[in-house]
Structures are given as structure tokens and as C-alpha cells.
């Protein structure tokens, strides 16, 4: 069975670099046609898919956070890591991370950390 857990600070400054790990269990991230995803869900409002990572090392981005998202990956311990800069209060959200293969890219769900941005 895979699974997922999220690490990290739960509160982060503004203006800061937001970083948050995945550590995957029961199954490599780097088999054929593995994804390593990263979706938040603000206060009150639906989820928003940031980003992914693909088995070959190739990275995904959200268009709308493209420019302040970065997603990387080390092989030898099984994770991925979120790096999102610049944050502001509105990036306040649960941050969840998901992997999956095949037709499920996100079939595996961690349980969610909560980061608040506030000075």
C-alpha cells in the first residue's frame, strides 16, 4: 500500500520561501509513468493543483504559480519537495501531496499539512 506524509513548517513569513516534503512509502517514485503532485486548498475554497513531478525527473507547473513554483525530487530517499517563494496570507492553505501511475496520476493521497502565512 502507498502512502504519503507531508513535512514542513506550519507557519511560514511573508515574503518567505514556503517548503514542504512528501515521503512516499510502498512505491518508488521514479517507476514508469509515476507522478508526484502537489495540490492546496485555501480557507474555504476548492482545491488548486500547483504542480507535479514525473517519474524521468520532468516538472509540471500550474500557469498561475509557475513563476514562484518549484518541484524537485530525491531518488534515494523517495521524496518530493515544494518550494513555493514569495508567499503572501493568500497562500494560506492545506498542502497535499499525491502520486500515483498510469490513468491514477493522483490515485494516493497524503493527509494534508496546514501552512499559514502571517508574520
Known amino acids: 500500500q502507498v502512502q504519503l506524509q507531508e513535512s514542513g513548517p506550519g507557519l511560514v513569513k511573508p515574503s518567505q520561501t514556503l517548503s514542504l516534503t512528501c515521503t512516499v512509502s510502498g512505491g518508488s517514485i521514479t517507476t514508469n509513468y509515476y507522478y508526484c503532485s502537489w495540490i492546496r486548498q485555501p480557507p474555504g475554497k476548492g482545491q488548486e493543483w500547483m504542480g507535479a513531478i514525473g517519474y524521468s525527473g520532468k516538472t509540471y507547473y500550474s500557469p498561475s504559480l509557475k513563476s514562484r513554483t518549484s518541484i524537485s525530487r530525491d531518488t534515494s530517499k523517495n521524496q518530493f519537495t515544494l518550494r513555493l517563494s514569495s508567499v503572501t496570507p493568500e497562500d494560506t492553505a492545506v498542502y497535499y501531496c499525491?502520486?500515483?501511475?498510469?490513468?491514477?496520476?493522483?490515485?494516493?493521497w497524503g493527509q494534508g499539512t496546514h501552512v499559514t502565512v502571517s508574520s
Open positions: 499525491a502520486s500515483g501511475g498510469g490513468d491514477s496520476p493522483s490515485a494516493y
